[in-house]
């Protein structure tokens, strides 16, 4: 088993940075695929970052975001700047067993444990 909690979310400026994390417990973020996802008001939840022994965005975030993680501390990072209004929503981390080979956005079924989530707002 393993907990994931979000924290490092909040209101900021269109253009502004903000960083999320994860800290897990109970597994070593290591053994796992790590992936970030969000859900905007009344849209479906959908795929941001993932990070195995490769990572991969999704592409209206490339360049924006960096996803990393600190295997000392078990925890993951998504780093965001240039921040767009479009980027409100509630952003949520979660862990696999699946292997991810790369190159393809993973569903949300490939990942087993998820936190609750962290707002992050951007006004225009």
């Known amino acids: 088993q393993v907990q994931l909690v979000e924290s490092g979310g909040g209101l900021v400026q269109a253009g502004g940075s903000l960083r999320l994390s994860c800290a897990a417990s109970?597994?070593?973020?290591?053994?796992?695929?790590m992936g970030w996802f969000r859900q905007a008001p009344g849209k479906e939840r959908e795929f941001v970052a993932v990070?195995?022994?490769?990572?991969y965005y999704r592409d209206v975030v490339e360049g924006r975001f960096t996803i990393s993680r600190d295997n000392a501390k078990n925890t993951v990072y998504l780093q965001m700047n240039s921040l767009k209004p479009e980027d409100t929503a509630v952003y949520y981390c979660?862990?696999?067993?699946?292997?991810?080979?790369?190159?393809?956005?993973?569903?949300?079924?490939?990942?087993?444990?998820w936190g609750q989530g962290t707002q992050v707002t951007v006004s225009s």
């Open positions: 979660a862990a696999g067993s699946t292997y991810y080979g790369g190159g393809y956005y993973p569903p949300s079924g490939e990942f087993d444990y």
């Open positions: 109970g597994r070593t973020v290591s053994r796992y695929t």
């Open positions: 990070i195995s022994w490769t990572t």
